[in-house]
T-cell receptor
Framework: NAGVTQTPKFQVLKTGQSMTLQCAQD?????MSWYRQDPGMGLRLIHY???????DQGEVPNGYNVSRSTTEDFPLRLLSAAPSQTSVYFC?????????????FGPGTRLTVL | SQQGEEDPQALSIQEGENATMNCSYK?????LQWYRQNSGRGLVHLIL?????REKHSGRLRVTLDTSKKSSSLLITASRAADTASYFC????????????FGKGTLLTVNP
C-alpha cells in the first residue's frame, strides 16, 4: 500500500491564482481530512469527509473548497489564493470506527503564496 | 481554537535520559492521541488513550490521562537521537473519534 499520497510537494502561487492540492489513499478509509500547519500553531482542520459525497467544514474552512466523489480521493481547492494561505497542508485518512482511530498522514504540500 | 496545549514548548536532553511532555485540554474528550513529526515530514501516530483509560504503554512510550485535570503526559524512556522530533497531542471530542484538534507541539531534541 502507498498509504496517503499528496501532490505536489511544493507549490508557489501568485495572489489570486487558483490550484488544487491532491490527496489520495489506498486503504479504503471512509474518513479523510485536510489540515494546515503554520509555525507555532500546530495543525488546524480545514475540511473533512466521512465518506464519498459527504463533506463538512472544520475550524478554518474559508478560502478552501473540497469534494469527495470517490473513497480514494479528496482534493482541496484554493479558488483565489491569498498570502494568508501560505502554509504546509496535510491530508489524513482513517477508518470511521470507534475501535480504530489511528489517522494516517500524507507527507504534506508546502504552499507559498506571493 | 487549540484544544491541546503542550508543555514544554521545547525540551533538550541527552541520549539515554527520559523525556516527559505534557498536554492540557479544555473540553471533554473521547480520546487523546500523540503524534510525532520529524522535521519537514508528515505526522506519525504514536499512541491513543481513551477517556476511560488512565495509562497506556507502547514500547518505550508511556501515556497517562487524568480527565479530572484535563491533562495527559507522554513519557519516552531511554531516549535516542532518533527520537528528535516535534510531538503533538490531539483530542477527539463530541460525536467524532476522528475529527482531531491539535496542540502546538513540543520540540524534543535528544543530543548524542
Amino acid at each position: 500500500n502507498a498509504g496517503v499520497t499528496q501532490t505536489p510537494k511544493f507549490q508557489v502561487l501568485k495572489t489570486g491564482q487558483s490550484m488544487t492540492l491532491q490527496c489520495a489513499q489506498d486503504m479504503n478509509h471512509e474518513y479523510m481530512s485536510w489540515y494546515r500547519q503554520d509555525p507555532g500553531m500546530g495543525l488546524r482542520l480545514i475540511h473533512y469527509s466521512v465518506g464519498a459525497g459527504i463533506t463538512d467544514q472544520g475550524e478554518v474552512p474559508n478560502g478552501y473548497n473540497v469534494s469527495r466523489s470517490t473513497t480514494e480521493d479528496f482534493p482541496l481547492r484554493l479558488l483565489s489564493a491569498a498570502p494568508s494561505q501560505t502554509s504546509v497542508y496535510f491530508c489524513a485518512s482513517s477508518y470511521k470506527s470507534e475501535f480504530t482511530d489511528t489517522q494516517y498522514f500524507g507527507p504534506g504540500t508546502r504552499l507559498t503564496v506571493l | 481554537s487549540q484544544q491541546g496545549e503542550e508543555d514544554p514548548q521545547a525540551l533538550s536532553i541527552q541520549e539515554g535520559e527520559n523525556a516527559t511532555m505534557n498536554c492540557s485540554y479544555k473540553t471533554s474528550i473521547n480520546n487523546l492521541q500523540w503524534y510525532r513529526q520529524n522535521s519537514g515530514r508528515g505526522l506519525v501516530h504514536l499512541i491513543l488513550i481513551r477517556s476511560n483509560e488512565r495509562e497506556k504503554h507502547s514500547g518505550r512510550l508511556r501515556v497517562t490521562l487524568d480527565t479530572s485535570k484535563k491533562s495527559s503526559s507522554l513519557l519516552i524512556t531511554a531516549s535516542r537521537a532518533a527520537d528528535t522530533a516535534s510531538y503533538f497531542c490531539a483530542t477527539a471530542s463530541g460525536g467524532s473519534n476522528y475529527k482531531l484538534t491539535f496542540g502546538k507541539g513540543t520540540l524534543l531534541t535528544v543530543n548524542p
